[in-house]
């Protein structure tokens, strides 16, 4: 898979920046700068070659909005999707949650288009409002995807929080394999963790499993039996110092101290976890995407 640079993944940071500065302060539901950054995404990739829609929705009496972004070609029964919520909290930007991930599947998105992939698989990447509601814009995708269509998604990736400054490495745990937490996701979450595990592995970076605890977009996906994977550098949650030992870092420290805060800005960007992950997530969309059937 082709490396996704890191300036221009931070180079939509910046925008999603300034879109929140001119917008008082945030990109949260309901306010302007969440539309302003649904159009800034939907742009780019409008120009880029892909089939857009933006999908509004209502919640708390706003309109919400999801963009979901078509790549033509590949097999329309068999779609690989690959998302990350748009919208912050109202207390601040919202770049590392989740601009991070938002970018990061942005620049992959733009990074397919540039080479012309051509997938066995269909590719649909989804930009999500309102997750910070409780995951309000996935949910209405799910609710609103004919029976059939579901049946079509075989995986759904999910990156909601990739550059934590006090970043830990931590891969949705598919298969429950350290019998630790909720339980493993549907049957093929397994397969979608392996081909992330393998990214980090090549790269010597050691991760640890993440359960699924419902706190992201990938929620909706698992409670109708789509496989989940995906990718997490730690939001609220004390470093330990066996992980401080493991990724380096400051242990007793949050991963990331300006969660839902005014602070969650460019500056609380981790540009290694950021970069890292960005690479992870154009070699999953590589390795599954290109992957001869039945994989
Ligand atoms: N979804 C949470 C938020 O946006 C962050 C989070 C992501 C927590 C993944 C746990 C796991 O605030
Ligand atoms: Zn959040
Ligand atoms: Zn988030
Ligand atoms: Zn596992
Ligand atoms: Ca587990």
Request: hydrophobic share 35%.
């Amino acid at each position: 898979a082709p490396d996704v640079p890191l300036a221009n993944v931070k180079a939509h940071l910046t925008q999603l920046q300034s879109i929140a500065t001119a917008n008082g302060g945030n990109r949260a539901h309901g306010r302007p700068g969440y539309l302003a950054s649904a159009n800034y995404v939907k742009g780019l990739l409008d120009a880029a070659g892909f089939t857009t829609q933006l999908q509004s929705f209502t919640y708390n009496s706003a309109t919400g909005y999801n963009v979901i972004a078509d790549w033509p070609g590949g097999d329309s029964n068999d779609i690989l999707m690959v998302g990350a919520h748009l919208d912050s909290v109202t207390a601040g930007p919202g770049i590392n949650d989740n601009g991070s991930g938002s970018a990061a599947i942005l620049e992959t998105a733009l990074l397919v288009a540039r080479q012309g992939l051509q997938p066995t698989k269909h590719l649909r990447f989804a930009w999500w409002g309102a997750e910070e509601g409780g995951l309000r814009g996935s949910q209405y995708y799910v609710n609103n995807l004919p029976a059939a269509d579901r049946s079509r998604i075989k995986g759904y990736l999910n990156f909601d929080m990739v550059a934590s400054p006090n970043a830990g490495y931590f891969i949705y745990d598919g298969d429950n394999s350290d019998g630790v937490g909720s339980g493993p996701g549907p049957s093929g979450s397994a397969q979608l963790e392996q081909v992330l595990q393998e990214y980090f592995t090549s790269i010597g970076v050691p991760t640890r499993g993440t359960d699924f605890d419902g706190r992201s977009d990938y929620g909706p996906f698992i409670s109708v039996g789509i496989p989940a994977g995906g990718t997490f550098t730690g939001a609220e949650g004390t470093k330990s110092s066996a992980q401080a030992s493991l990724w380096g870092g400051t242990a007793g420290q949050a991963f990331d101290s300006c969660y839902h805060r005014s602070c969650d800005t460019t500056a609380n960007i981790n540009d290694t976890a950021l970069d890292r992950n960005a690479d992870a997530v154009a070699y999953a969309v590589w390795t599954i995407a290109t992957a001869v059937p039945p994989v």
